[in-house]
C-alpha cells in the first residue's frame, strides 16, 4: 500500500481524452476518504493525456479514494487506498489561523512568519533558481512571496523561462479590456513604448510553466517555508491582466486544483491589486470566492494592496497582507490592523533593503529590522526584500540568487528570540517611555507600573544610556539587554522595584523582562 | 531728543504710589503718538516706588507720549517726544505672519525659524546663563523657547535663582484646584512625594525676577533671537497652576505689558497644556483673549500641546506650535497642518538629540536633523533640543550651557540653503519616487513628469545611488546633490529631459534643481 506523510502530498492520476480543449472540455473529481474526513477535490488536465488529482490528508490511518468524471470513457483504476503515516522532519502541517489573530501549524508548533520576496525567481534560468533555494535554505526566512505570472517591470524586461499559456491568438482575452488597457496599464518612465503581446491562448495553460511551479512549491515545502502564491499583478505586457471573465474565473480554479494540496501554499490574490486599474472590486470579490468556494483545504487567502488596503473584513479574507501604510509608517499600526480586522496581520512590503533609485527599495537593513521588530512586537508578521544595484541586474526583490544585505542575519537572530516566548505569542502591551512592548502571559498593575510575567521593551531608534524599570516589589525578574543589531543578550541579574539598567547608547536595543519562577 | 531704533523698545517711567499692593491698585496708561500710528500701552509697577511703560515703534520719525493714571497723584515729565531713526544691523523687525502660511521680518526679510528649547535657561545660575548666550551666539538658532516659572521636573530639581512671585501665604490660589491638584499633577516615578510648596503670594510679583527675563529678553533681542516665552507649564511644585481666575488672568496682563515692547517677543501660553490637568479649555480659551486683548503689538501668540494638539483655529491663535502627532510621526505632517489650518506651523518639540533614558530625548542628531528638513520641504519650521547625560545633570534642553550633538552645526547648513531660496519661501511640492519635495516658483508638466522652476528634493532614510529625474526637454535644469549631514553641495551640471543623477548611497541626501535662466 502506498504510504504518505499527514499533510503530504497524494496525487492520483488517469490517462484521458486529448481531442478539444481538454483543460476545459473535461471534468475530474476524485473523493478521498478516511476514518475522520472526506473530501471530494478536483483533477486537472496535465497535458500529454493525463488528469491529475491532488490531495492533502489532515488525519494519519487507512484512506480510500475514488475518481468520477467524463474525462476518460472509462477510468482506468478508478478507486485505490493508501496509508496515512505520522509527520516528520520539518513537516508541522499548514499554517492556520490560531486564536483569530495568530498564525501556527497544524500540529500546534507557533508560527512567525518572517517573510521574504523574489517576485519571479520561479521564472528565471534554472541554475539561479537552484541559488535561490540554496540561499533560502541558509536563511531564516519561512515564507516566499512570489508571482506566478511573469513580471515586466524596472529591471524585468527579459522574457520569462516560460509563459503560463501557449502561443495562440488571443483567445480569452476581454476585448473591452484590452482596448481600455492602452489608457490605464501600469508605466514607469522610460517604459511607456513597450508594444503589448497579446499572441496567448489564455485558455490553455503551459504545462512547462504550471509544472515547474509543481517542483518549486514542493522544494519550498521541504524547506519548511511557506509558499505565498501571487495569482496577478500589475506588471504585465502579455495581456495576462485582460483576460476575460471566464478565462480568469477558470485560471483560478486550475491553480487551486493544481496546487491547493501542497500544506505550504497560501493565496495572494493580487500583488497591488488597486494598480491593475482594469480590474473592479467586484472583479476582486468574485477571484475571492472562486478560489475560496473550490479550495477544499481553506488555505489562507489575502489580497495585497498598493495604496490603500482591501476590506480584510470580508469572510474569505483569511489575514491581512498589508504594503506600508505611507512612506513614513508601515508596522507601527500592526495593533491597530489587528484590532480593526481581527485578523492576522502580515507586511509583505515595507519598503526593502537597498540602494536602487525607487523610493520602496533603498532603506537600510537597520531600518528594515526595526520595522520587523514593530511587527513583532505588535502581534504581526513581517516580509523582507532586498533591491542591491547589481551589474547583472540580479536583485533578490525579483530575481532571487544571493543576499548582500545586512538585514537577514538579524532577522534569524529575531525570529530565535521570538521561538523562545512562552505559549509562543506576543501581544503588544503598555509602554512606559514611547517603546513598543510585546508581551505574553498576565500582569499586574497599570498605567507608568504595569509590569508583565514576559515581555520584550523594544526601543527603536531612540539610543538611551540608562532605561528605568518599573517593577513590583514583590517579586523577581531577570532582565536581558538584547542589542537586536549585535545581535547579542546580555543577562543584567534578577531586579525588583524601581531600577535603572545601564544601555550602551546604541539604537536598536531591546529589554527583555522575565518573571522568576 | 532721545533717539530710539524702529522696531526698536522705547521705555517711560515715573515714580508713583507704593501702599497697599501697587502691583494691582493703580493704573498707568501712555499713549505714543507718530506720524502713521497712535497707541496706548498699559504700564506696569517695577518696585521701588517706579512705574514703566514700554513702546515699540513701526515707523520713523517724530513721536511724542503722554502719561496719565491714578498711580501718582501728580505725574512729573507726563509727556515727551522722541526720534525714531531707522533699523539697523540684526533689527529687522518683528516676525509676522506672510502669506497666511508663512513667517517673515516686518521688513520683509524671510524668516526660517530654526528654534531651540532651553526650558529653564533664565532661571540657573548667572555664569550659567552667560555660557548659554554665547552658545546660542555661536549656532543658528533664530529663536529658543523658555519658561517664566520655574520648573520641577527630572533633572530639574534644584530650586530656581529667583521665584516669579513674593513670599506669602498662598494669597492668589484657588482653594478647590488646590484640593485637586493632589491628585492630578503631573507625577513622574520617583518624584510621586514631592511636598507642595504654596508658600507665595500670587498676587505680588518679585521684580527681581521679572528683570532678569527683561535683561535676557533683550540680550536675546540683540543675537537676532525670537524670544518664545512659555507663560504656563506642567512642571511645578509651587502651586503656578492653582492660581485663582483673577490672579493668573492679571499676571498675563502684568507679563504682556511688561515684555511685549520687545520685538523678538512670541507668547506661548503653556507648554503641554493638556498635562496641566485643573485647567479647562475654557481657561485656555480665556487666557488667549487676555494676552490677545491686551497686545498692541500683536505679538505671535499660540499654545503647544502634550497629546491633542490645541484648536489654531481660533482667532487669537497665530500659528500651529505643535509636539510630534505621536512617536514616530512627527514633522512628516506639516503640510497636513498648513492645510487645515492655513497658518504657519512650527514644531516646538520633535524629541530631542540625546541619550537619557525618556522616549522623548534619545534620539540621534541624524533623526533630528532629518526631521528639521521635513519640516521646512513641507512648508514649516521646526525647533531643536538636546538632553545628552551630563556628569552635573547640565543638560541643554533644559539648563542651557554648551552643545554637545552633532545636530547644530547641520541646522546652520540647513538655515544657509534655505536663505538661498528664491523668493523666500519653500511650498510642499509633487515627489516622484516617495521623496519630500520642496519648491518656489513656477512649475511644468503634472504626475512624474512634473517639474518645478526651483525644487529641492529630499530622500531623507533612502540610501539611493541613482536618482532618475524627468525634466523637460527644452530647458536647462542646474542640479546639485546635497549632502544635508556631510553638509556638502555637488554640482552636477546642467541638465534636460530624463536624466539619472549619480549619488554617494548615503542617507540624507537632497537634489537641488533649478531651471537655469
Not at 171 to 200: A, H, I, N, W
Not at 413 to 430: A, M, N, Q, S, W
Request: proline share 4%.
Amino acid at each position: 500500500m502506498q504510504r504518505v506523510e499527514k499533510w503530504g502530498l497524494f496525487e492520483v492520476s488517469s490517462k484521458g481524452k486529448r481531442d478539444g480543449n481538454p483543460f476545459r472540455d473535461y471534468a475530474m473529481t476524485v473523493t478521498f476518504k478516511g476514518e475522520k474526513e472526506e473530501i471530494s477535490v478536483n483533477g486537472f488536465y496535465d497535458g500529454d493525456g493525463v488528469y491529475r488529482a491532488r490531495f492533502m490528508p489532515s488525519y494519519e490511518g487507512v484512506y480510500t479514494y475514488k475518481i468520477e468524471g467524463n474525462f476518460a470513457d472509462s477510468i482506468e483504476d478508478a478507486e485505490g487506498s493508501f496509508e496515512v503515516v505520522a509527520a516528520s522532519g520539518k513537516n508541522h502541517g499548514p499554517v492556520v489561523v490560531v486564536d483569530k489573530t495568530h498564525l501556527g501549524y497544524a500540529d500546534h508548533t507557533p508560527y512567525y512568519s518572517i517573510g521574504t520576496t523574489c517576485y519571479a525567481w520561479a521564472n528565471q534560468p534554472m541554475e539561479r533558481q537552484e541559488q535561490t533555494l540554496k540561499t533560502l535554505k541558509d536563511n531564516a526566512f519561512n515564507k516566499i512571496r512570489f508571482c506566478f505570472f511573469p513580471k515586466f517591470y524596472e529591471f524585468n524586461r527579459k522574457e520569462p523561462l516560460t509563459y503560463p499559456f501557449e502561443r495562440g491568438n488571443g483567445e480569452g482575452l476581454d476585448p473591452e479590456r484590452v482596448e481600455q488597457e492602452k489608457s490605464c496599464r501600469m508605466r514607469f518612465p522610460g517604459m511607456q513604448e513597450t508594444e503589448q503581446d497579446y499572441g496567448f491562448d489564455y485558455t490553455r495553460p503551459n504545462v512547462e510553466h504550471f509544472r515547474r511551479y509543481d517542483m518549486r512549491i514542493a522544494q519550498l515545502m521541504e524547506l519548511g517555508i511557506e509558499a505565498d502564491m501571487i495569482l496577478m499583478h500589475p506588471y504585465d505586457k502579455w495581456g495576462l491582466n485582460e483576460m476575460d471573465k471566464d478565462a480568469c474565473d477558470w485560471y483560478l480554479r486550475y491553480v487551486v486544483a493544481r496546487y491547493g494540496a501542497y500544506r505550504n501554499v497560501w493565496w495572494s490574490l493580487s500583488n497591488e491589486f488597486d494598480f491593475i486599474r482594469i480590474k473592479t472590486l467586484e472583479d476582486w470579490e468574485r477571484y475571492g470566492q472562486v478560489v475560496s468556494s473550490n479550495d477544499p483545504f481553506h488555505r489562507l487567502l489575502s489580497v495585497h494592496n498598493g495604496g490603500p488596503n482591501y476590506d480584510f473584513s470580508k469572510d474569505w479574507v483569511t489575514h491581512c497582507s498589508l504594503q506600508r501604510v505611507d512612506f513614513y509608517r508601515t508596522t507601527e499600526d500592526t495593533d491597530q490592523f489587528v484590532e480593526k480586522y481581527g485578523k492576522p496581520v502580515v507586511w509583505d512590503e515595507i519598503c526593502y533593503e537597498g540602494n536602487i533609485g525607487l523610493g520602496w527599495g533603498n532603506i537600510t537593513g537597520e531600518e528594515l529590522v526595526r520595522r520587523f521588530w514593530e511587527a513583532f512586537m505588535r502581534g504581526g508578521h513581517c516580509g523582507h526584500g532586498e533591491t542591491f544595484m547589481d551589474p547583472e541586474d540580479i536583485l533578490w526583490w525579483s530575481h532571487g540568487g544571493i543576499l548582500k544585505g545586512e538585514s537577514p542575519a538579524r532577522l534569524q537572530f529575531l525570529l530565535d528570540i521570538l521561538r523562545d516566548v512562552p505559549g509562543g505569542y506576543l501581544t503588544k502591551g503598555e509602554g512606559i517611555f514611547d517603546e513598543v512592548v510585546g508581551y505574553a502571559g498576565g500582569h499586574v498593575g497599570e498605567g507608568w507600573g504595569i509590569c508583565y510575567d514576559y515581555a520584550i521593551h523594544y526601543l527603536g531608534v531612540c539610543q538611551p544610556v540608562y532605561r528605568q524599570l518599573i517593577l513590583p516589589e514583590d517579586a523577581d525578574y531577570e532582565v536581558d539587554v538584547i542589542d537586536t543589531w549585535n545581535m547579542t543578550v546580555t543577562p543584567m541579574g534578577v531586579k525588583r522595584g524601581i531600577c535603572k539598567i545601564e544601555l550602551p547608547g546604541n539604537q536598536y536595543m531591546a529589554l527583555r523582562v522575565r518573571k522568576v519562577g
